[in-house]
């Protein structure tokens, strides 16, 4: 496929409120995703408001409505962008990056191989067609846009059928 320099898409993400840090992976991949330590503090404000209880962190990142909402903050901060450069899936995480944990460098550049290998699973999950995944994420978003796709090939499906039966000409 295409290059896609992670740089771009991570810089233009990191303006956003809701987004502390992410990791773009996409190198040797079909798809973009990324890994995102969200700004707990405004997740939780958010959540407020629109009364969304929660019984945790980890609980909050799970909720479909916290999932549309940053999904919603990529497509406005991607705007523009190639369809390949575009995320497509993303794992929310709990704990930032940092330095101690050897995800970032002194200089607070982001470690590529040290996030790819610290969160295999997740990512593996992320192009995996797993159940799993789809089931935890299953943002309306997604769903709309393939049910979108399944109608096409639906009226795609009746055109061809209708061309043939008048190409047999009955």
């Not at 320099?5 to 990324?34: C, F, H, M, S, W």
């Not at 979108?148 to 009955?170: C, M, P, T, V, Y």
């Amino acid at each position: 496929g295409k290059y896609i320099a992670p740089q771009e898409i991570e810089t233009r993400l990191g303006t956003d409120k809701y987004i502390e840090q992410v990791a773009v992976i996409a190198d040797e991949k079909n798809y973009v995703t990324a890994i995102i330590a969200p700004v707990v503090s405004e997740l939780e404000n958010y959540a407020k408001s629109i009364s969304l209880p929660y019984d945790s962190i980890g609980d909050l990142l799970e909720k479909p409505e916290i999932y549309q909402l940053i999904e919603k903050q990529i497509a406005e901060k991607q705007a523009g962008m190639a369809n390949y450069e575009l995320i497509k899936k993303f794992t929310l995480i709990k704990i930032p990056f940092s330095i101690e944990t050897g995800e970032l460098t002194n200089t607070l550049k982001i470690r590529r191989a040290v996030i790819m290998q610290k969160y295999k699973s997740e990512i593996e999950a992320m192009y995996s067609s797993s159940k799993k995944w789809n089931q935890v994420h299953n943002s309306s978003f997604f769903e709309a846009k393939n049910l979108q796709f399944e109608n096409h090939l639906q009226a795609g499906k009746k055109i061809l059928i209708l061309q043939r039966i008048k190409s047999l000409d009955l």
